[in-house]
């Protein structure tokens, strides 16, 4: 049996040398890096007379509301456990939905709440083991949602239409066994669905009413299909929004006529694909598009917003999004991203072209000595450019520095400049942080994704190690003191980087990371399914290629790991089963390699709940403490937390 003991990190304070210590600003409390925020993800309600956001409430994130223009604000939901952290007002005004699951298992339910305040939440999806998902709202049917449930097959998620007043449910669109996503239109009419292809590819069916059979418009293949996305239908239900690279390199923005299939191109960027999507509330016209390589720039299609663009631009430095927008689109609610502080947000009000503050997220970050983000682009040893970005201790000069390689899940997703809390941690204790969109990474076009397919653990981590010995070689980084962190694929990344590269890191902290990838996709939750030949495509077959993923997977050469390892899992994670960590730190324990691991029970994949964050990290930053020297905050008694080793 693994012997338990309780941390405690004092011990590891004296690790840091005395001038780097003194030429660095103060340390910044982990509580405020990565507690509740103050305040945040403000919305309007439809009418725009009343202003919600989430903020702690008994030190739990919970819906508040006020009235425009009062000081009324009163809390209307009552979580005590994981927090709010997914929201919206229903169209009516006379509800807020929101989402919740289980300790993590993420089986999400569906809640209504009145935004006064007054009576108890309701379940609208109140079915045991069943995971929903919002699908749509329209403020043409102001009591009605839709919403998908596989409570029929877990593996496949039907349409449902609710009303949130009554509870009444309605079966609107049964899917036939390898639809992913589906689209209404105008009428909430579920009238596009995209589905799993065999090759790995989707296809996008649409069918002229909810009488009507579906007919295939656009067949992407698995080269095509991560850039392949559904925004919406356009206008009067004319046609469908679509993001798609057939026929280029990076995905554009088009039109696809509902009848004809004919397309047109509304939006494009030879080197970045079309990313997120403004469209008005009411006519669902998209009327700029989002495109981002190193940061992120808004393509303003319409140009009856162009001045309203261009005057939310002056109200904050950094980049900033539209979150919000009333249904009579007077009013938006604005955020913006800087690199050096906490998200803004600010209300305008389109008629007089003016914008007025509204809150920043964490106040306790504001005059702090945060450090600066560089974008940097780093040339791959196959001469793959990986767009990358590079945070550096403030106060000291930035030669031969202990450095953290933090490495992004998905792996389909990518790195972005802007605030964020563990390059702001790294960088105050003393680290360079360096993050990578290595290839497989989203964003950069198909060839770029595409060039990540079967190279988990191969050329995936090749660009990962190219960073490092790019920091190295340009004097910033010492290369004894190398570390790599990460969760999900990044806690994959961590264990393949101590395996196959152990000459290169000095330790490593796994975040929910798989250690075997044959028993990951063989353990996948049920409502992946019609995600799987994209994996075995993009991974690789379980059955087929065995012998090739027991290569790719860190535990079955773990014999070869030298590096100290810190791992940290959710014991209620769906998505990697807490047995992935549990067989790599058997293994190591096995062959005597230093190894600690901390499980948290009330969690799922990634720790949500403030508490288990700053347990965690704290663990984390005297684990780094004493194997990189750099400094530590002295644990709380809240953050010591129970570590197998």
Request: glycine fraction near 8%; aromatic fraction near 10%; proline fraction near 7%.
């Amino acid at each position: 049996m693994d012997r338990q003991r309780w941390v405690v990190s004092f011990g590891l304070l004296m690790a840091v040398a005395v001038p780097l210590r003194a030429e660095l600003p103060p340390l910044i409390p982990r509580e405020v890096l990565f507690g509740n925020p103050e305040r945040t993800t403000p919305r309007i309600s439809p009418d725009g007379t009343q202003l919600s956001y989430l903020a702690p409430d008994e030190g739990v994130l919970n819906v508040w509301v006020r009235t425009i223009g009062k000081n009324d604000d009163r809390v209307v939901t009552k979580d005590r456990h994981r927090g709010i952290r997914r929201y919206t007002w229903a169209e009516n005004g006379k509800s807020i939905l929101y989402l919740q699951d289980s300790g993590g298992d993420e089986n999400f339910h569906i809640y209504a709440v009145d935004p006064s305040g007054k009576g108890d939440a309701r379940d609208l999806t109140p079915i045991p083991g069943v995971r929903a998902e919002l699908v749509a709202t329209d403020p043409a049917f102001p009591d009605d949602v839709l919403v998908v449930l596989n409570d029929r097959d877990p593996k496949f998620h039907d349409v449902h239409r609710i009303n949130v007043t009554s509870g009444e449910r309605k079966l609107v669109a049964q899917n036939p066994g390898d639809v992913s996503e589906w689209t209404a239109d105008s009428k909430l009419v579920v009238r596009a669905a995209m589905a799993a292809m065999p090759d790995g590819g989707f296809q996008l069916r649409i069918r002229d009413s909810a009488e009507s059979e579906w007919r295939p418009v656009i067949t992407w293949t698995s080269d095509d299909s991560m850039g392949a996305r559904v925004y919406g239908f356009s206008p009067k239900d004319r046609g469908v929004y679509v993001a798609s690279s057939i026929g280029a390199d990076t995905a554009k923005l088009i039109e696809v006529d509902a009848q004809s299939g004919e397309s047109r191109v509304l939006a494009e960027d030879p080197s970045v694909d079309v990313g997120e999507a403004f469209a008005h509330p009411v006519t669902h016209q998209i009327q700029a598009a989002e495109f981002e390589r190193e940061r992120s720039t808004w393509n303003v299609l319409d140009e009856s917003v162009k001045d309203d663009f261009a005057a939310v631009a002056k109200l904050c430095p950094g980049d900033f999004e539209v979150v919000d927008r009333d249904n009579l689109d007077a009013t938006w609610i604005v955020a913006f991203t800087v690199d050096t502080g906490p998200t803004k947000f600010y209300t305008y009000h389109r008629p007089t072209k003016q914008g007025h503050f509204l809150f920043t997220t964490q106040p306790k970050l504001e005059g702090l000595a945060l450090a600066p983000m560089k974008p940097v682009t780093i040339t791959a040893s196959d001469g793959m450019k990986l767009v990358s970005y590079l945070t550096l201790p403030v106060g000291i000069e930035p030669k031969n520095l202990p450095i953290v390689l933090f490495v992004h899940g998905g792996p389909w997703g990518r790195d972005s400049w802007g605030y964020h809390s563990y390059a702001q941690w790294l960088a105050n204790r003393g680290y360079a942080c360096l993050r990578v969109n290595f290839r497989g990474s989203t964003g950069f076009g198909k060839k770029f994704v595409n060039a990540g397919d079967r190279e988990w653990g191969a050329k995936m981590q090749a660009d990962l190690s190219d960073a490092v010995k790019w920091a190295v070689k340009e004097g910033i980084a010492d290369p004894k003191k190398v570390a790599i962190m990460g969760g999900s694929y990044g806690g994959y990344a961590t264990l393949a980087g101590l395996a196959y590269t152990p000459e290169l890191y000095a330790c490593g902290v796994d975040i929910v990371g798989p250690s075997n990838l044959i028993t990951l996709l063989n353990s996948f939750p049920p409502y992946w399914e019609t995600g799987r030949k994209m994996f075995y495509k993009r991974v690789g077959d379980p059955e087929k290629d065995a012998d090739f993923l027991k290569s790719r997977s860190p535990l079955f050469s773990a014999d070869k790991i030298k590096a100290p390892l810190l791992i940290g899992h959710g014991a209620n994670d769906p998505r990697v089963k807490q047995a992935e960590a549990d067989q790599i730190f058997a293994a190591l324990k096995k062959n005597e390699k230093p190894v600690e691991m901390i499980v948290f029970t009330d969690e799922g994949h990634g720790f949500q709940r403030p508490e288990n964050r700053l347990k965690f990290n704290a663990a984390a930053e005297a684990f780094l403490s004493k194997h990189l020297g750099g400094r530590c905050e002295p644990a709380s008694e809240k953050e010591k937390v129970e570590i197998r080793s």
